[in-house]
């Protein structure tokens, strides 16, 4: 398969503890995003990365969470001190800009639970 | 208000029925429209992918974008139950993140 991969599927804490996720993208694609969906929403932008470097982060991304792509391949996601309001599934995107055309194709993503 | 605006349903129709989605957008920089199909617990699956005004046609899908309206739309035809999803529209300026509507809740009929 060489779709975009994440892991875990699914993540089940408890309030205060730290969790990370992982996102693998499509080989050579150099651009990786970072979504997260709470119920009967569409996605929300977090933070992308080009290559290694991360180019921006929303406003929704707080001192809580960090996101790195140490080697321009696969990125991790930590949520340090989760709260309840975390509780979202969280989606990784990856694309490769040819051109005009630039198109994103989404992980299965990871469903985090904070009890 | 929100950057873009989609009726999130749940709209039900019979099984052949032509099913039209529909989205709105407040932001004169976007430049890329998609559409998304979302089933249960798994992550989207991009369907169309239109960047100029004007209509894209893909087997029983036909894409729509008027940028002077700002409104895109995603017309289904012979639609199938298979088709029961979450659609999602999405749009971007170019090479920057996507903006999702709300999502549209689909069911088809058999």
């Known amino acids: 398969d060489t779709g975009v991969s994440q892991d875990p599927r699914h993540k089940i804490t408890k309030r205060g503890q730290n969790v990370t996720f992982r996102c693998d993208p499509i080989s050579e694609h150099n651009r990786l995003y970072w979504y997260r969906q709470t119920l009967g929403q569409g996605p929300e932008f977090l933070t992308y990365f080009q290559n290694e470097a991360q180019l921006e982060k929303s406003r929704l991304l707080s001192d809580r969470f960090s996101a790195e792509r140490p080697k321009g391949s696969f990125s991790t996601l930590e949520i340090q001190r989760t709260e309840q309001g975390d509780s979202a599934m969280y989606l990784c995107?990856?694309?490769?800009?040819?051109?005009?055309?630039?198109?994103?194709?989404f992980g299965p993503g990871t469903r985090l639970l904070v009890l | 208000q929100k950057e873009v605006e989609q009726d999130p349903g749940p709209l039900s129709v019979p099984e052949g029925a032509i099913v039209s989605l529909n989205c709105t957008y407040s932001n004169s920089a976007f430049q890329y429209f998609m559409w998304y199909r979302q089933y249960s617990r798994k992550g989207p699956e991009l369907l169309m992918y239109t960047y100029s005004s004007g209509n894209k046609e893909d087997g029983r899908f036909t894409a729509q974008v008027d940028k002077s309206s700002k409104y895109i739309s995603l017309f289904i035809r012979d639609s199938q139950p298979s088709d029961s999803a979450t659609y999602l529209c999405?749009?971007?300026?170019?090479?920057?993140?996507?903006?999702f509507g709300q999502g549209t809740r689909l069911t088809i009929n058999p």
């Open positions: 999405a749009m971007s300026a170019r090479f920057r993140w996507l903006v």
């Open positions: 995107a990856s694309s490769v800009g040819t051109g005009q055309v630039e198109t994103q194709y």
